[in-house]
């Protein structure tokens, strides 16, 4: 018998419908249009407003757009992974609640926290589960509704995030399309660079955690740039050289989108022109979980079956990697 691969059969992503632009930021704090821009590439982002609303808001028109796409029920879904690093609540996990919410009533589902690697960790675990046959419709959502923990006062963080949720679906196919390799990497010890300091049990929620905004995003920038630039830079070269593909070979580089000038080293190093490159981050930021979805969506109907996909990212944690996939549609 042929080997299953996890394809991906469908995309959908969504973003709100707020815009956050540069000129509204400086508006806000010391900034201004032409450092953001020459600096990130950023021009606006989306913010969902609306008191109660959170990240599975996000999901579900992203999930239902995509199942109405691949014309099936959500009752079909065995499994859903969600990978955010702003979920509804500490728990439940945000996939059954967006299980609940879209009536998947036959899914399992788990939250994964990999920050801006997450859809790189999702589709890789997804993936598992149907090569190995156990499942046939895996769910991989990834979004952030990252101005749940952003500090409007700190001009450093403020400017760069933005909130969106993607979605793709895997499903198995014997005829060599889908996800062909992947590299997944993480090291803890960047934790002091890039982190939420409260909320969680080392440090809970209290009124002096709220006064000193520890609920926030805390990025010292330059340092997670330095590692970005070289890991996210590295480990695409490294997928491309374990299966024998040379730049011409790779129709599309899908990096995540947290810094123009990180996107544009990765893509050097890979030898990839900018015209194979997806890019979206002048208009979205980065949505941490969001951004390499959200890009497969908007580029969908650009993809031909067989283009070859490179994927990567460099996110908290530090979480890092890189998947190689044949485009199955
Ligand atoms: O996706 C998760 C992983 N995250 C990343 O990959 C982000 C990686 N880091 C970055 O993208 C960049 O480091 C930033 C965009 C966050 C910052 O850019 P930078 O070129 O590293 O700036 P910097 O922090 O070195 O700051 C340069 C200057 C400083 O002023 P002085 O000390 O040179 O006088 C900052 O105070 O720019 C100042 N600055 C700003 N100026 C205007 C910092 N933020 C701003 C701002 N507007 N928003």
Request: one cysteine or more; a negative charge.
């Amino acid at each position: 018998m042929s080997k299953i691969h996890a394809a991906i059969t469908a995309v959908n992503g969504y973003v709100p419908d707020y815009i956050l632009t540069n000129q509204e930021l400086e508006t806000m704090v010391d900034t201004n249009d032409e450092w953001i821009t020459s600096r990130t590439g950023i021009k606006e982002r989306r913010i969902l407003k609306g008191e109660g609303l959170g990240v599975t808001d996000l999901a579900v028109p992203a999930v239902e757009g995509l199942l109405k796409k691949r014309g099936i029920g959500a009752e079909e879904i065995d499994l859903i992974i969600f990978c955010t690093i702003t979920p509804d609540m500490p728990f439940p996990a945000s996939a059954n609640i967006l299980a609940d919410k879209i009536g998947a009533k036959n899914a399992w589902g788990y939250d994964l926290v990999a920050a801006c690697s997450g859809f790189i960790f999702g589709l890789a675990t997804g993936a598992q589960f149907i090569e190995s046959g156990k499942h046939k419709k895996v769910l991989v959502v990834a979004g952030d509704k990252m101005s749940s923990i952003i500090n409007y006062e700190d001009r450093v963080t403020c400017i760069i995030f933005g909130d969106g949720c993607g979605a793709a679906l895997l499903e198995p196919n014997v005829d060599g399309y889908g996800i062909i390799d992947s590299i997944l990497k993480s090291d803890g010890s960047g934790k002091v660079f890039l982190h939420q300091k409260a909320g969680g049990s080392m440090r809970p929620a209290s009124h002096a955690t709220v006064d000193a905004n520890e609920h926030a995003v805390f990025q010292e920038g330059q340092a997670v740039f330095k590692f970005a630039v070289t890991n996210m830079a590295d480990v695409a070269a490294e997928i491309m050289e374990k299966n024998d593909l040379t730049a011409e070979d790779v129709d599309w580089l899908v990096p995540h989108q947290a810094n123009k000038r990180i996107i544009d080293a990765t893509a050097n190093r890979m030898g990839v022109g900018s015209d194979k490159v997806m890019i979206n981050i002048e208009k979205y930021g980065n949505t941490t979980n969001g951004t390499i979805p959200l890009l497969l969506w908007e580029w969908e109907n650009k993809l031909k079956k067989g283009d070859n996909l490179v994927l990567a990212a460099f996110g908290g944690g530090f979480t890092w990697g890189s998947i190689y996939l044949k485009w199955a549609y």
